[in-house]
């Protein structure tokens, strides 16, 4: 049940380097949505990580990305186990795209740009077709300049930042929340899957959800991602600390 608090706290965006209350109550929410008994609680839990990235980040103008701009989705994306989750509960029912996904060679975090492909979640007209899902990488990445993103991720061109700063920093911190979750309801650190590798392997297993909620670490076989960068770790280690004692 929420506190009189919490409530206050939850109406407000994040903010980078603000008040460690309103983190603490946002992070206790995805806590609670992680260890709930519905449909999907990796989903839920997903769902208000990413709205709460969304309604926090700095609004910029001058976009270049557009529905069916899909330059950009060739690149590996790494998710944490709550997003695998998600992405796969948004695929249940589309067997074609099952059956698409699960016949695919498998791919690698790191690989080189001469292996890219596109991603496997891409639909009709090069929409993305769990967009309602999609990771919190995928709604931090936007371009100003469609230019610069053909002539990288479909040329020769150079690679160079084509996300804001601001956007960047706030997916982490949200990124960071949602890893002291994990933590927080004991799956322990997120050390980072590849996005469709992952959503296999959970697609391939019975019940994947509800075992992995169980302690079953049913994404043992997924190949894992680099080690968290140690400023990060500290940082997710200090959220989960604050948060543990209110729970």
């Known amino acids: 049940m929420l506190s009189d608090s919490?409530?206050?706290?939850?109406?407000?965006?994040?903010?980078?380097?603000?008040?460690?209350?309103?983190?603490?109550?946002?992070?206790?929410?995805v806590v609670r949505l992680l260890k709930g008994d519905g449909a999907s609680p990796c989903r839920d839990a997903v769902t208000y990580i990413t709205g709460l990235f969304e309604r926090s980040v700095t609004p910029h103008s001058g976009l270049a990305c557009a529905k069916g701009c899909a330059w950009c989705c060739v690149q590996t994306v790494v998710v944490t186990a709550a997003e695998a989750f998600a992405v796969a509960t948004e695929m249940q029912a589309r067997?074609?795209?099952?059956?698409?996904l699960l016949a695919q060679p498998p791919r690698h975090l790191g690989e080189p740009k001469s292996e890219w492909r596109n991603c496997s979640f891409?639909?009709?007209?090069?929409?993305?077709?769990?967009y309602a899902a999609r990771p919190l990488a995928c709604h931090a990445f936007v371009s100003f300049d469609l230019k610069a993103c053909i002539d990288f991720f479909a040329g020769d061109g150079t690679a160079e930042q084509f996300t804001p700063n601001d956007r960047q920093q706030?997916?982490?911190?949200?990124?960071?929340?949602?890893?002291?979750?994990?933590?927080?309801?004991?799956?322990?650190?997120?050390?980072?899957?590849?996005?469709?590798?992952?959503?296999?392997?959970?697609?391939?297993?019975?019940d994947a959800e509800l075992r992995?909620?169980?302690?079953?670490?049913?994404?043992?076989?997924?190949?894992?991602?680099?080690?968290?960068?140690?400023?990060?770790?500290?940082?997710?280690?200090?959220?989960?600390?604050?948060?543990?004692?209110?729970?």
């Open 95 to 100: 067997e074609a795209m099952v059956a698409t």
């Open 122 to 130: 891409l639909g009709a007209e090069g929409a993305c077709s769990v």
């Open 6 to 29: 919490d409530r206050v706290m939850l109406a407000q965006p994040l903010r980078l380097g603000g008040d460690a209350r309103v983190m603490g109550a946002h992070l206790r929410q």
């Open 170 to 206: 706030m997916m982490y911190a949200c990124r960071m929340m949602l890893s002291a979750a994990h933590r927080l309801t004991g799956h322990g650190d997120q050390p980072g899957y590849e996005l469709s590798g992952a959503v296999a392997a959970i697609l391939k297993t019975p």
């Open 212 to 247: 992995w909620q169980r302690g079953e670490d049913v994404l043992k076989d997924v190949p894992q991602g680099p080690p968290v960068p140690p400023a990060f770790a500290e940082e997710i280690r200090r959220m989960a600390a604050f948060v543990a004692p209110t729970l």
